[in-house]
């Protein structure tokens, strides 16, 4: 089974608030499908990006640098001309810029206004520069969105995780009929 890390803390809130109307505890807005009625949401300030930071919760190292996915739901008000271009980072615990989402746009094809799924897999050189102290410690997520008609529109992110692969199983310790033993040998 796959590790899953979500959001458990806010770093920035910037222009971001929470589907209460505040900008207390962002993080708890975007740890579910999107699909429940929660997220965070900005409006275009006519000009310049708008962005947030999340820590995300601990997990075990993998110890391998394949299989790491971020995984987000968007969506915007613009009835999905495709304004608004919606990106991610992926940082260590430090701050250190780890990996960058292509820009994603929202189609809603639909026409319904829901949440779209987004994502992008790491390079393998993106997730072997992630520390170990980093996955225990908690990565960050920098949220970003930035309306390119400057039109006022308003910006949503419903859900946001990392996906990761199984730490490693330890090697079990030798046995003796189901007790561990101890052999010396004198030479």
């Not at 699909?35 to 990006?49: H, L, P, R």
């Not at 739901?73 to 989402?101: H, P």
């Not at 994603?104 to 897999?121: A, I, L, Q, R, V």
Request: net charge negative.
């Amino acid at each position: 089974m796959a590790q899953t890390s979500m959001a458990s803390g806010d770093i920035t809130d910037g222009n971001y608030y929470n589907s209460a109307g505040n900008q207390t505890n962002l993080w708890q807005y975007i740890t579910a499908s999107g699909n429940n009625g929660t997220y965070i949401t900005t409006e275009d300030q006519m000009g310049g990006a708008q962005s947030c930071t999340v820590r995300l919760s601990g997990v075990t190292d993998p110890d391998v640098a394949t299989g790491h996915r971020v995984e987000l739901t968007i969506k915007d008000d613009s009835g999905g001309g495709g304004g608004v271009e919606f990106t991610a980072k992926l940082l260590d615990s430090d701050g250190t810029l780890r990996s960058t989402s292509p820009a994603f746009t929202y189609d809603d094809p639909e026409g319904e206004g829901n949440f779209e799924k987004k994502g992008w897999t790491l390079s393998t050189s993106n997730a072997n520069a992630i520390s170990s102290a980093g996955y225990a410690a908690g990565l960050r997520l920098e949220l970003v969105t930035d309306d390119q008609m400057m039109g006022g529109t308003n910006s949503f992110f419903g859900w946001a995780s990392l996906q990761l692969p199984d730490a490693p199983t330890p090697a079990p310790a030798a046995t003796r009929n189901g007790s561990a033993f101890l052999m010396f040998v004198d030479t």
